[in-house]
């Protein structure tokens, strides 16, 4: 019976697009679980460029929405709707097949056009479809939808499908496009009737106002350092586990603790933050969520990873909703719908750069310098810094307290814009943030400020000296991984020159510049003096014997033998060291190289037909120094 009574309280497409969003948020969210593993360890394509094409993807997901929006109110919803999830189909289709980057990218523009025309549909239908009474409980529908979907896909993709397989995950979320295509045609009908006066171009109208409240927009530069510390999420947290054998399990498990913790946690949450100011909410939300990136990294084991997620899950749930509600409030009272059309700005800045340099810096200090702590310490140190603002922006440029006092007694979140984010902040449900509760003189001390900022170089210092853990991408030794993105190369590194007396040894140091050095090869050469004539008889320049004897800064000794250059030629002997190249990233110059040329028995200018010789005093040499190295791809 309260099962029939909610479905009363809504008409019957409210329910179509819930449903809809439940299959397409599904879709999604499974791609996302298993993309990252698939690129990188079945296509072999570079971590870096994962992360460029998630960045790529963004701006189809936060800007396209703002004009298919426009062109439903104009053209009419089913117009827009029906014929987007045809393009999502294509798009998810033609990246199961892809197998290089540039054809992942075409697939991912095609998938990007359908998902941003399709966004503002759901959201718009429902604010459409509830009444002021019902809206909350409408929006709390639909973001459970969202989480269900989003939960339920990863988990079918974990138990599943095999990780060696996961590009059967873009047909799988191919069909469902092609299932809610034929959903679409057939039950969803325009909840409002099409206006074909409105104007399309009038919906950036509102972006003068929004750049002329520089409060507002320094809250927006501030907090999209939020989303871009969340965008390890999308680039880097999967294939820490995988990389670093942190948790046994399948890969796109991973993406099923952050959803299940959010269907769980969400109602107690809820009542919680309403207790708070919507600032100090934000910025104790932030730390929580820098702190469970931190115990999801630093640690490297699975249970203090696992508990991360769900700590930063937790605050995410926090944040964000309070965010959405502390934009409400701070708006001109005629102009919230332009403001909250705009509050997804972060979230583009955010992810647009984070999900390219979270997954660079993620190469860089993770897969080559072996150093994850590191890179996790860098990730928190923006966390940190994030906070620091926050408080800054608080104490300064926040909402005065007469206005906060001034307000509602409680503050409902209103529902999110059509321009709502896609990936990570549609995740979570509205709730009720009370305005004006309770204030933290923490989060006010200019004191925690700097506390907040001091602690970053000692998080950095801390990460780096936690030294290297062992990496197993691709079941290789850490030797063999670590240098997959290089190629050796090899050229002169340098040359000297000099003479040498008969039967002595000279000594020398030689630096070789460089690093990620293999090996180091000396190359001695010299050309014997030409013939002399005396009257009528020529005297031939007998051969010239030298070697080498090399000690590298390591101790190792490698030595040749005496050699003579062929009569009325040039001589060469070489001696070759092979290096460690330590790891990418690493100044592993070995320093300078003990060279002895050795000088044995010089050939005098002779004749058979005569007595008298000729001292051959000319021992010129040349040392020719070569060496072979690493040098990215």
């Known amino acids: ?353 984070g999900n390219f340099l979270v997954a660079l810096l993620y190469t860089i200090f993770s897969e080559e310098a072996h150093r994850p702590k590191f890179f996790w310490a860098i990730i928190g140190s923006v966390g940190l810094f994030t906070i620091a603002c926050l408080m800054l922006y608080s104490q300064y440029l926040g909402r005065k307290r007469a206005v906060e006092e001034a307000g509602a007694e409680e503050a409902p979140m209103p529902y999110p814009p059509p321009s709502e984010a896609l990936a990570g902040t549609d995740r979570v449900a509205p709730s009720t943030v009370r305005s004006g509760k309770t204030n933290h003189p923490v989060w006010e001390s200019k004191l925690t400020v700097a506390v907040a900022l001091l602690v970053i170089p000692g998080l950095l210092f801390g990460g780096y000296s936690g030294g290297t853990d062992r990496y197993f991408r691709d079941g290789g030794t850490m030797q063999e991984s670590s240098w997959s993105r290089f190629t050796l190369t090899t050229g002169l590194a340098g040359s000297s020159s000099g003479h040498s007396d008969e039967n002595t040894d000279t000594t020398f140091e030689v630096e070789v510049p460089g690093s990620n050095m293999v090996n180091v090869t000396f190359t001695l050469k010299w050309t014997d003096e030409p013939d002399i004539r005396r009257l009528v008889r020529v005297y031939e320049n007998q051969p010239d014997e030298f070697g080498l004897e090399v000690t590298a800064p390591n101790g190792t000794v490698e030595i040749s033998s005496l050699v003579k250059n062929p009569p009325g030629a040039e001589g060469s002997v070489s001696v070759s060291v092979k290096l460690d190249p330590g790891k990418p990233g690493e100044d592993s110059n070995p320093g300078p190289f003990s060279v002895t040329v050795r000088c044995g028995t010089c050939g005098d200018l002779t004749n058979p037909y005569s007595a008298t010789l000729y001292t051959d005093t000319g021992n010129d040499w040349e040392l020719e120094i070569s060496h072979t190295y690493y040098t990215r791809k």
Do not use: C
Request: charged residues 10%.
């Open 1 to 353: 019976m309260a099962f029939n009574g909610l479905f009363a309280k809504f008409p019957r497409v409210f329910w179509v697009v819930n449903t809809l969003e439940l299959v397409e948020r599904g879709a999604y969210y499974g791609m996302l679980a298993a993309l990252p593993y698939h690129m990188v360890y079945n296509l072999h394509i570079r971590t870096e460029l994962v992360g460029l094409l998630l960045s790529l993807l963004t701006p189809f997901l936060y800007i396209l929405p703002i004009i298919s929006g426009a062109l439903a109110g104009k053209y009419g919803f089913r117009a827009v709707m029906v014929p987007a999830f045809l393009l999502i189909a294509a798009g998810y289709a033609l990246a199961g097949t892809a197998t290089t980057f540039e054809l992942m990218l075409v697939s991912f523009m095609i998938l990007g056009i359908g998902t941003g025309t399709f966004k503002p549909m759901t959201s718009g239908t429902i604010a459409t479809t509830t009444s002021e009474g019902t809206r909350n409980l409408g929006y709390s529908i639909y973001y459970w939808m969202i989480n269900v979907g989003s939960f339920l896909m990863p988990l079918t993709v974990a138990v599943a499908v095999p990780k060696e397989q996961y590009g059967l995950v873009f047909f799988i979320s191919s069909g469902l496009m092609a299932a809610n295509f034929a959903l679409s045609f057939l039950f969803f009908r325009n909840p409002v009737e099409p206006d074909p006066k409105k104007s399309v171009s009038g919906v950036l109208a509102g972006a003068a106002l929004v750049l002329r409240d520089y409060r507002f927009m320094i809250l927006l530069v501030i907090y999209s350092g939020f989303w871009f510390m969340y965008a390890v999420n999308n680039a880097a947290i999967t294939l820490f586990m995988v990389d670093f054998k942190v948790w046994d399990v399948a890969p796109a498990m991973v993406a099923v603790v952050n959803p299940i913790t959010i269907l769980a946690a969400g109602p107690f949450l809820g009542k919680l933050v309403e207790k708070f100011d919507s600032l100090h909410a934000m910025i104790g939300g932030m730390a929580i969520f820098t702190a469970g990136l931190m115990m999801m990294g630093i640690p490297g084991s699975w249970p203090f990873f696992v508990s991360g997620i769900v700590i930063f899950s937790v605050a995410e749930f926090i944040v964000h909703p309070t965010y959405i509600s502390y934009v409400s409030k701070i708006a001109p009272k005629d102009k919230v719908p332009v403001y909250m059309g705009y509050s997804f700005i972060p979230a583009l800045i955010g992810y647009s750069s």
